[in-house]
């Protein structure tokens, strides 16, 4: 895709070209202008003993504050900052408590609601995770996939709804089958950032985008460190309690400048891999038949014999485990990244930047599972003809707890995947500033990420008609016993029966130029102008060659072709289950069949579509510090302007169609600041604020019946989300290093995507008339069409504390312990449906009840902490299928811990542990809480050393 269409494109980045040209002294990386008064980074001083440690700032103004490290970061207000407080030249303030400090500095000079998290040190976040390390702040939340952090969801807004920017720059970062806009950070390493600063206000000069937070993710830069040569190296030894494995993680870094600091180059590597085991037992959620209907029609078991007409209601009116199976699964990861930085800086006008950044992310796992298939299967092999020979249902939960069944069909299956992420951007950021009053800058981007499944392969063994299957929920529904009445282990009563092979992938591009000035009117006043243009492009494909083998192509008897595979972890599963059975080896399979060879890829066509946009927009904003009865009232009011144009493409049938569309809005905002002492800030935000559709929300493809007129599509014409908020908070920096702070936000949605089936004239439908051609339908004729489409919103409001101190009050040695905590209630109500016919619930993935709580001791030449999170219940699907009225995760809360002690000034041994109580992920269905996927990874432990040049 060319993003800005031809002449235009070459007519943004030859004005590029000039522009940089002019500013050949130099850029500066933000999105909003830097301060006009010269700034000098923020220094914590360091012990004499070691290098001094950088805390980068990672933002100067609002609008690009990742840009910016070498500057005092003045955020939504550089017409006047807060003073931050000198450190007492008899304390000295280092690692872990340096970089508390210069956050809560962040956070104080900033006139939004803004919070930050630095680098300890060189190539030394605090937490091994990008998103572990972000949900440490107030609001914050995480979805973990296979033990680790992956997305973010920001005061009950998932990740769609979330923007991220690496140095400045939008990013979208995909890994596996993520389809979506939202940033998955897990392709990413920790020791490649210095900063990352999370905005919960929108203000003009930020981009629009987001309603739930603007995520800023800075790299480190050579002027961040020491003069001449600079180095750090990490090395650690990771274990998995579950796999039982050791396995290396490293990460390094080289750091250069000239002895005047006015130019350098700056390297930084991360290398780590992981074998975590997964161990679980899910229900692919649970179903009901109807007492209304007879035995062995749809959902309803084939019978009963020894049930009354009470019990024969009681047992088809409750519910039953689809696919009841206990799993586990292998994961093989690595994880490559590589950053690379030229800093110029000329002088204090002007610097210009050039970013890199790499990352590399492969994922390979296997799922052998076994399970009964009959109880998802409403067909005549299926459910209906199986057999109930004794039961119990509990009450509570209207589900079948215990069942001897005959005449269940019985599935072993294995699976192996591939899935390979790459990202890869580079970012040219170029400030300069022309006289007192007036300042420039510039900002080139490109970015590209690929989430692709080369190979998802998948067979199946059945052995059908089993007589005494038992299940039995009673003593723990989480952990039940399951027996299925034969010898799983015996390869000669299973039978290879179906072959499941596909290929998939997406490749996201961003391409964006932006540029801003600003003009000191003024003491008082700075009138910032600015715009940008972002082209962003998905692409996605799919290929298969999946089929259910003919009586002739089965395999009766797989001795040779499966392996014997043991559950034998932690799940404390009862005894009389079967813990071992017989499973297919994938790649025994694979050669036996010829899979290659004698299966044929064929496209899925609901698997193949496309979507570009180019997002035009530009601003106005006037920032300001004055003085008000003793007081400072500082902040910003401006108005954004954004078009989006949009080219949606997917197949209908087996036609290829494409459907364009185009909207624009208008964004006001306003940031307030004050300083009512130099202790005390209330802050005052409101803006309106919009996020595009989702990715999946907009493919045109579906099927389409010309003779019924009817048609299922997702739907290319949406509008955005929109939505109003509020945001209120005071901040009382009672003591050095300390805070205790409250916020409340109330967001009002205006549009929020819901599912509609109504009658549409096919005109307004934005398909082209071809299709209809040679068929009875016309494009001036009604079709019941089933479709996304935007509906009538809701409600979103909250509340946050946050109290953090350094504990010196109390009597040694307990006066070298800190706290850092806070809380966060989110409620929402949305309407997933339509106006005419509602249904209410809560926002998807949001939490009610969210706190942090880290307690850490600082000694010279020793640190420790530990951190709790916790989460509440939230929604991952509403309504819930087959009946079920939610589907949700439930409440969890994950411990982690870390200790370090230096050898020397330069050398240091850590040791962490990561999920340290084993914490289960606990996935239900329906407000009874029936459980569908009950799952944990094992705690985490890693050793190693540190070395500082």
């Known amino acids: 895709m060319t993003y800005f269409g031809g002449n235009a494109r070459a007519g943004l980045l030859g004005s590029a070209g000039v522009l940089a040209l002019m500013l050949a002294s130099g850029a500066h990386a933000q999105t909003a202008i830097a301060p006009a008064e010269s700034s000098v980074q923020t220094q914590v001083p360091t012990a004499p003993t070691s290098p001094p440690a950088p805390v980068p700032a990672p933002a100067a103004t609002p609008v690009d504050p990742a840009d910016a490290p070498g500057d005092a970061p003045a955020g939504d207000t550089p017409a006047g900052e807060t003073p931050t407080e000198p450190e007492s030249p008899d304390i000295i303030v280092t690692g872990f408590r340096s970089s508390l400090q210069e ?126 040569f600079d180095s750090a190296v990490s090395v650690q030894g990771s274990y998995n309690d579950l796999s039982k494995k050791v396995l290396p993680r490293f990460a390094g870094l080289v750091s250069w400048t000239n002895d005047d600091q006015t130019w350098g180059g700056l390297v930084s590597l991360a290398y780590s891999e992981r074998r975590p085991t997964s161990e679980s037992f899910n229900t692919t959620r649970w179903q009901s038949g109807n007492a209304a209907q007879a035995y062995g029609t749809n959902s309803n078991f084939a019978g009963c014999p020894s049930c009354s007409p009470a019990q024969r209601t009681e047992l088809l009116n409750a519910f039953y485990p689809r696919i009841p199976r206990y799993t586990f699964g292998k994961f093989a990861e690595d994880r490559l990244g590589i950053t690379a930085s030229l800093q110029w800086k000329p002088d204090d006008r002007t610097e210009v930047v050039v970013d890199a950044l790499h990352s590399r992310f492969n994922q390979e796992f296997e799922s052998p599972n076994i399970e009964a298939i009959s109880f998802s299967r409403a067909t005549a092999d299926g459910v209906r003809q199986t057999i109930v020979r004794d039961y119990a249902v509990d009450p509570e939960k209207n589900i079948i707890s215990y069942g001897v069944f005959d005449r269940v069909d019985v599935r072993s299956e294995n699976g192996f995947d591939r899935n390979e992420s790459r990202f890869t951007q580079i970012s040219l950021n170029a400030h300069h500033q022309f006289s007192d009053k007036l300042r420039a800058q510039l900002k080139v981007g490109k970015s590209k990420s690929e989430a692709n499944t080369p190979i998802s392969i998948a067979y199946q063994f059945d052995a059908l008609n089993v007589n005494g299957y038992t299940y039995d929920f009673r003593k723990n529904d989480r952990t039940p016993l399951i027996n299925y009445g034969f010898d799983v282990t015996d390869p000669s009563k299973f039978t290879l029966t179906e072959v499941r092979s596909s290929e998939t992938g997406a490749t996201y591009g961003l391409e964006s130029i932006s540029g801003a000035v600003a003009y000191k009117i003024d003491p008082v006043f700075e009138l910032k102008l600015g715009g940008e243009r972002r082209g962003y492009s998905f692409s996605q494909f799919g290929r298969q060659r999946n089929r259910v083998l003919t009586a002739a192509e089965q395999i009766v008897g797989v001795g040779g072709l499966g392996k014997v595979v043991s ?28 899979l290659y060879q004698n299966f044929p890829l064929t496209t899925t066509f609901n698997g193949n579509r496309d979507v570009s946009e180019i997002d035009t927009g530009a601003y106005g904003q006037l920032d300001f510090s004055s003085d008000l009865a003793g007081m400072t009232l500082r902040g910003n009011v401006g108005l954004r302007y954004a078009r989006t144009e949009t080219s949606s493409s997917g197949f209908l049938n087996t036609t290829f169609v494409t459907v364009d569309n185009k909207y624009s809005d208008w964004l006001p905002s306003t940031n307030l600041a004050l300083d009512a002492t130099d202790k005390l800030i209330f802050r005052l935000g409101v803006a309106k604020v919009m996020s595009r559709p989702t990715l999946g929300a907009l493919t045109p493809g579906g099927s389409l019946n010309t003779s019924g007129q009817t048609i299922t599509y997702g739907n290319p014409l949406l509008k955005p989300f929109r939505a109003k908020n509020v945001d209120l908070s005071a901040e009382w920096y009672f003591a050095k290093e300390s805070l205790i702070a409250i916020a409340g936000f109330y967001k009002t949605i205006d549009s929020f995507i819901a599912t509609d089936i109504s009658f549409v004239p096919y005109r307004e439908l934005g398909l082209p008339d071809s299709l209809l051609i ?66 209410y619930n809560r926002l998807i993935g949001q939490s009610r009840h969210l706190y942090n709580a880290t307690l850490y001791y600082e000694l010279k030449g020793f640190s420790a902490r530990v951190s709790a999170a916790y989460r509440d219940n939230y929604l991952v699907a509403f309504p819930g299928g087959n009946g079920n009225s939610e589907e949700g995760v439930n409440a969890a809360t994950n411990i982690d811990a870390s200790i370090r002690y230096d050898l020397t000034p330069k050398i240091s041994v850590t ?37 500082r040049y």
């Open 103 to 228: 956050a809560l500095n962040i956070k104080k000079r900033e006139a939004g609601a803004v919070d930050a998290i630095l680098a300890e040190d060189m190539a030394d976040f605090p937490d091994l995770n990008l998103a572990e390390a972000i949900q440490r702040l107030p609001g914050v939340t995480i979805e973990r996939d296979a033990g680790q952090g992956r997305t973010i969801s920001v005061r009950g807004l998932s990740a769609d709804f979330t923007r991220v920017r690496i140095n400045g720059l939008e990013a979208q970062a995909a890994a596996g089958g993520n389809r979506s806009r939202g940033f998955d950070f897990s392709i990413f390493a920790s020791e490649l950032f210095n900063s990352i600063t999370v905005r919960k206000t929108q203000s003009a000069e930020i981009e629009e985008g987001s309603l739930g937070a603007t995520v800023d993710l800075q790299t480190g830069r050579p002027l961040d460190f020491k003069r001449g």
């Open 567 to 594: 559950i034998d972890g932690g799940l404390a599963i009862p005894s009389g289950s079967n813990l071992s059975y017989v499973t297919p080896d994938v790649f025994a399979i694979t050669d036996k069949i010829g």
């Open 774 to 839: 040679g068929t009875p339908s016309s494009p001036d004729q009604q079709f019941q069409v089933t479709r996304n489409i935007n509906g009538t919103g809701g409600t979103l409001k909250g509340i946050e504390f946050q109290y953090q101190q350094p504990l010196s009050f109390l009597p040694a040695p307990f006066d070298k312990l800190g706290f850092i905590g806070n809380y966060t209630y989110v409620d929402s109500r949305v309407n997933y449906r339509t106006a005419a016919n509602p249904l």
């Open 911 to 947: 040791l962490e542990g990561v999920n340290l109580t084993d914490t289960y992920s606990d996935r239900y269905a329906d407000v009874t809480d029936r459980v569908s996927n009950y799952r944990h990874f094992g705690r985490e432990i890693l050793f190693g050393f540190r070395w």
